[in-house]
């Protein structure tokens, strides 16, 4: 065979044109975002001249802020909250886990999971506040106890649908493997779940976060121990209206800590995988 | 309607309330649902405004939409303090408050041991005020209790006192009179013997209110103060009104309930009451009388 | 032309052997719950696998292959007969079946295609109890990726991989399960013609040596005729037609015959719906003609 | 060619073994469950003497839910709120779908709804009130608007994560159709995130009936028109445990009401289409 | 065997004809993100097909085949070169190209086979704003689909067919989107020899009668050889080594020749990383031997 392979020169490649395409400074991005709100929020209060008690413009509450956090009252309130509200969702987490694997596993469970969050999750605190207060008192077991209520079911229902989302092969490669349910649950629900696991986090820690401010005032001025959500109560109570923003605006700064691990670990499994779309 | 006193006023003028269903606002219903508002302002057109504490009149009188309320008379002072365009037309009630505990625990503040926690409503209520000032007396330090200070609604407060889940509950009728129907339970401070007859709730007026016909505020506090007198001099109707309003069980409990408060004009007291919270620090403006109280209206109380 | 003539079906109730057969179908009907009643996907369908078989089938496309693999795997509720393999009745999935499937979308998306293997070699592991290193593993992974030709390439995720290299690795990755039966959808119907003989040769050398009694689904006739010992036909209703010994018969010859056999084989027979009759050339002038008119 | 077809015979073929797979009498073991659940009430009321005035025994519940059925107040109450909900959570998904939309059509889009969703998801009521109320007032809108930050973000988030894991080829399909973005959302993106659609539905009511119970105490309990909240509220507050209930069963038929109703959809849609196990 | 000589390659840069071409591709690279720093997926593609041209692709698996056409339609970015339809540059996907993609998962499952084709209808009328009733594109979908051989089928979800219906629904689909030049991946790859047969010869029909532009990757050489008026070779590191004129060369001779070109063709090439080198027959007994021991 007397073929010469003809290869066509391959042009010169600058390579940049493609490998700047990756998500980077997506904080910068973020910060730039969040100051248009802060921009906007401040030329609102100007131009509709609204009284400060009611909303005070951005910088105003960021003088109060610096002197907030430079005396530790801040920081340690919500270091207090934040520490309670770790706790309940990593618990909340784990049981809503074995909720969901029950609902996945068995077709029972299933319609259990189901009806029972259906009826659980739109129960106001109110109708669950005399039982938790009896049988768990006052103090941070009440306020954990009442938080979980929140965060179980959001993130049960997140991750059973998640599950049941699992592609049917994968699903059948597992038992063809003859995995324990444990094993089908950790290396196959649960990695294939992660867009559903990682939206029910987003969740969690949102609504735990309003959970905890409001039931904090309740259950939880414990003491020794003040959270956040006492703080932001009683700043209410004395018309401290720029405490309570501080107080707002150290639950929006955490919270965009967490959005930030958060999409983090989305980019290192479900992106990396495929599972889910890059748009940074 | 053509009256004599409000001919002149083109438009029926409206009137937002800022209520809630207790016994503190009975007045306005009162003097709603017997006719006297009718009487002193002819078709006068009416808004409630459901609110769950004086936080959110104050916000709503703060943004321009609530014209007249009740409010605790420290809630008042406190919002009062921090620039809330609002102020006191004429006192209500003398409402009893009183601090319950299980029977032979407390004989007095005294006993309270550090671990115990007292249910009050919220944070500056005058459940806190009151209680700072009875500190001070009994045991010498305003601040004594602040640490054990539990914030608890009705009718959590009272269940959690009844389940252990707080030592002690200040609270006020209707819930003081059921827990004391149990012969378990035992007062260990009453508002009376601290403050006297202080006008506890007072009836309170936006600044804003009748800029365009300044006698709205005086025909309004007339009627209210009608209103009080009729709630004193015939308690079975004030019940019945009570009921109506989807406020207690039965007219013979609204009747007790009625009976526990002194429905007045008089604001005997309040000005002590500002002298100690300033003093105390609870507020950071020094309230004078003159300042906080509607002088124009001197004359209707 | 060489006469062929099919073998005798080897139905199990006439068998009298002792020794139970690695995999044993006897009457294997599967319905699907959406299917019209009486509807089934495949039927009656009844063969023995002896150690080290390897049958190959072969039919019109969508005549119910890929279902018989699903419910001989345990997948599919059966709706009639049964699955045995070496005597035991099986009813649901387990590791001594195991199955390449079809599509492209079997391998953990999550793990990179090494670490694929080396769970296969775990969960085999941990079932037989056997003892091995994780080092170990990694290197027999290696060896499995190098064996289909991914020598160097275990660090990537399957969602980086094409869609042949996908089908090698679940390939490599069945092996690694090392069944008692394999059951290989097209494993190689995404591969060049070089790497596919490459792989049919490293296939059947494997089969020899270790007895592994196979399974294979194919469209390609010659490969069919390759791989198997025993080559079984099914029709368009999903029914087996005939099973051929490989040894038997000449091979150009019987692959002649398979020719003409699935081409007698695309319409679904009597009784059953006839989906489309287009095995004769495009005479359709009505259809294209309104293409063209068209555009 | 001479050769003889050998076609095995079909055995006789019940049929009835797989045929009797298919999901029925559902809502019959929902029914099971729900008893078992008020069994389970009843017991532990009873065994461990819990106080009425904190936790009735169904039977007393059920008693009262009759009378007040009968006379009406109830339904009257449910109906209002539930009208009220049930337009917040239509105007809410509409949003939602704009936001998660723009979330997946643009990149910037996406950081903006990370931010400002992990920014406005966690903000408790407490601050929004004043706000509320001051730009809405104290009515029927104010309450909407309220309901509406919970609704809108629990359904942008579910819809963001579910339009991002559709599958890289569909919408290259579309692509290549060049459909409009409108069509890219309506006929690619939405169906195939109809399971996390459905979750995110089933947590809107969940959440929208938590939110309008607490809110309409503060906001609705205007004269004329009054809610399932105020209902509750005013029975708590007058010691009518059992009305607080009946009221609080009422919320949990009507969420299992929506429960079934969000399951056939389900079932006719992510199911039929193979995108979610059907385990019933 | 008679002498095969490739074509010369037709550098767009060479060319002086004043009609631009249906499909010009010049010097287009593709790289992936992940990828090493330098490592192109593919690269150096150079041709241009007039109309009615049918280029069909071999090459080794894993060789940048899917790649080369995920860019030429405007998923992917291009890395060097470009890519003209009818003289206008593209780099964004249009309903002038059209894929049917590898994978077995392209068509909407929500929809029926029927609806996913009546679908791709609208978008085209949509998109050409010509009129067409909703029942006549309903009686032009089954049209299509009885072309495919699925008559009768079409109330079927993708969720109920088979690989092979499934891939035909999505050839089915491509025509009715009726694209400039039609990219087909592997699309009888999932075919039984009787019914490939038959869709070869339909879509060359089409082809001829509409004058459409195809490329067509494949890893069947006979079937390369059969669809194809010209053939392109790439090697294993995602280059091209000969595109070939059919008409020129005897059909045994030329199959023969791609054979041996695509064994060649195997490796990476120098310069490039050496996956594996098992094109011998496997004498890895270490391997085996190791299976061996360990069943
Ligand atoms: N999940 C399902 N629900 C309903 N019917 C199905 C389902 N899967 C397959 N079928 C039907 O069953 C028949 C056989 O399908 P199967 O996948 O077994 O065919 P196949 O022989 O593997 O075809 P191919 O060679 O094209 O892969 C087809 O008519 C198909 O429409
Ligand atoms: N998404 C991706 N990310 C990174 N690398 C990829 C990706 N997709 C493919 N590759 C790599 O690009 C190369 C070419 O892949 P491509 O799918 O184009 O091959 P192919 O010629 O179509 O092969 P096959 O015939 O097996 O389908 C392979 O080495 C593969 O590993
Ligand atoms: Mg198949
Ligand atoms: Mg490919």
Redesign the pocket.
């Known amino acids: 065979m007397s073929v010469a392979p003809v290869t066509p020169a391959v042009p010169a490649l600058a390579g940049a044109r493609s490998a700047a395409r990756r998500p980077r400074h997506d904080w910068l991005k973020q910060l730039l975002v969040i100051t248009g709100l802060l921009v906007v929020w401040e030329v609102v209060v100007r131009v509709y001249d609204v009284d400060p008690l009611i909303l005070p413009p951005p910088s105003s509450i960021a003088e109060n802020s610096v002197s907030l956090i430079a005396d530790g009252t801040l920081i340690e309130a919500a270091a207090n909250t934040f520490w309670i509200l770790l706790q309940s969702i990593v618990v909340g987490s784990a049981i809503a886990v074995g909720l969901a694997a029950f609902g996945v596993f068995s077709n029972f469970g299933g319609l259990f999971l189901r009806t029972i969050s259906s009826i659980m999750n739109p129960l106001p605190g109110v109708a669950l506040l005399p039982l938790v207060m009896v049988w768990l008192g006052f103090g941070t077991k009440a306020i954990i106890a009442v938080i979980l209520n929140t965060v179980v079911w959001v993130v049960a229902l997140n991750l059973y649908t998640g599950f049941q989302a699992t592609p049917l092969t994968l699903r059948r490669v597992g038992r063809s493997m003859q995995l324990s349910h444990f094993r089908m649950l950790k290396d196959i629900y649960l990695p294939s779940a992660v867009p559903s696991a990682l939206t029910a986090m987003r969740m969690a820690w949102a609504y735990g976060w309003r959970t905890v401010i409001s039931v904090e005032l309740i259950l939880g001025a414990t003491a020794g121990q003040s959270g956040l959500g006492s703080f932001i109560f009683s700043a209410r109570y004395n018309y401290q209206v720029e405490d309570l923003f501080s107080g707002l605006i150290a639950i929006i700064i955490l919270g965009l800590l967490i959005e930030q691990t958060i999409r983090a670990v989305e980019r290192r499994t479900a992106v990396r995988w495929g599972l889910l779309e890059n748009n940074t | 309607g053509d009256s004599d006193e409000g001919g002149e006023s083109a438009a029926a003028p409206t009137l937002r309330f800022a209520i809630k269903e207790n016994f503190a606002y009975l007045p306005i219903y009162v003097m709603i649902d017997e006719g006297i508002l009718e009487k002193h302002i002819p078709g006068a057109k009416l808004e409630y405004i459901g609110v769950n504490s004086s936080v959110d009149a104050a916000n709503g009188v703060v943004s321009g939409q609530v014209d007249a309320t009740i409010a605790g008379t420290t809630s008042f002072l406190t919002a009062w303090a921090n620039n809330v365009p609002w102020k006191i037309a004429s006192g209500s009630s003398t409402a009893q408050i009183r601090l319950i505990a299980k029977k032979g625990r407390y004989a007095s503040l005294k006993d309270i041991k550090p671990g115990d926690r007292i249910a009050y409503p919220s944070p500056g209520s005058i459940q806190e005020i009151v209680l700072a000032m009875a500190a001070k007396q009994q045991v010498g330090n305003a601040q004594a209790f602040k640490a054990q200070l539990q914030p608890l609604g009705e009718p959590d407060a009272s269940n959690a006192l009844r389940n252990d889940g707080v030592s002690l509950d200040f609270t006020q009728s209707p819930f003081s009179d059921k827990l004391l129907e149990d012969p378990g339970y035992e007062v260990v401070l009453d508002s009376k013997d601290v403050v006297g007859d202080t006008a506890l709730g007072v009836f309170v007026l936006s600044d804003k209110f009748g800029k365009d016909d300044p006698s709205l505020r005086d025909k309004l506090t007339k009627a209210f103060a009608e209103a009080l007198d009729l709630i004193t001099k015939s308690p079975d109707k004030a019940a019945q009104v009570a009921l109506n309003r989807k406020i207690g069980t039965s007219v013979d409990a609204n009747k007790a309930s009625i009976a526990a408060n002194t429905y007045t004009t008089a604001l005997g007291g309040a000005e002590n009451l500002a002298a100690f919270m300033y003093q105390e620090g609870f507020i950071k403006r020094e309230a004078k009388p003159s300042d906080f109280i509607d002088q124009t209206l001197a004359g209707t109380r | 032309m060489a006469m062929i003539t099919p073998e005798r079906l080897l139905a199990a109730g006439t068998m009298t052997d002792p020794t139970p057969p690695k995999l044993l179908v006897d009457g294997l009907a599967v319905r699907?719950?959406?299917?019209a009643p009486g509807q089934y996907?495949?039927q009656g369908i009844e063969f023995r696998l002896e150690p080290g078989d390897r049958l190959t089938v072969l039919?019109?496309?969508?005549?119910?292959?890929?279902?018989?693999?699903?419910a001989i795997a345990g997948y599919l509720p059966i709706a009639a007969g049964r699955v045995e393999v070496s005597g035991r009745a099986v009813s649901a999935p387990g590791q001594d079946r195991f199955v390449m499937f079809?599509e492209f979308d079997q391998l953990f998306p999550w793990q990179t295609i090494r670490s694929n293997i080396v769970y296969a070699l775990k969960a085999r592991t941990k079932r037989r109890s056997e003892k091995m290193r994780a080092s170990e593993m990694s290197t027999r992974a290696d060896e499995l990726l190098s064996m289909v030709g991914l020598a160097g390439r275990g660090d990537l995720y399957p969602g980086e991989c094409s869609g042949g290299m996908k089908q090698r690795v679940a390939l490599a990755r069945a092996l690694a399960i090392s069944p008692e039966v394999l059951l290989l959808?097209?494993p190689f119907g995404a591969l060049d013609a070089q790497t596919r003989r490459r792989l049919q040769e490293q296939l059947l050398g494997l089969c020899e040596r270790l007895d592994t009694t196979i399974l294979f689904?194919t469209?390609d006739i010659p490969e069919a005729v390759m791989i198997g010992n025993r080559i079984m036909m099914?029709s368009a209703a999903?029914r087996v037609t005939n099973i051929y010994e490989a040894e038997n018969h000449d091979q150009v010859a019987l692959e002649e015959h398979l020719r003409d056999e699935l081409r007698s084989n695309q319409t679904r027979g009597p009784g059953a719906q006839n989906p489309t009759d287009a095995s004769a050339p495009p005479k359709r002038a009505g259809l294209l003609g309104w293409a063209k008119g068209w555009r």
């Open positions: 699907y719950e959406s299917a996907a495949c039919g019109p496309t969508g005549c119910g292959k890929s279902t018989m693999l699903k079809q959808d097209e689904v469209h099914m999903g």
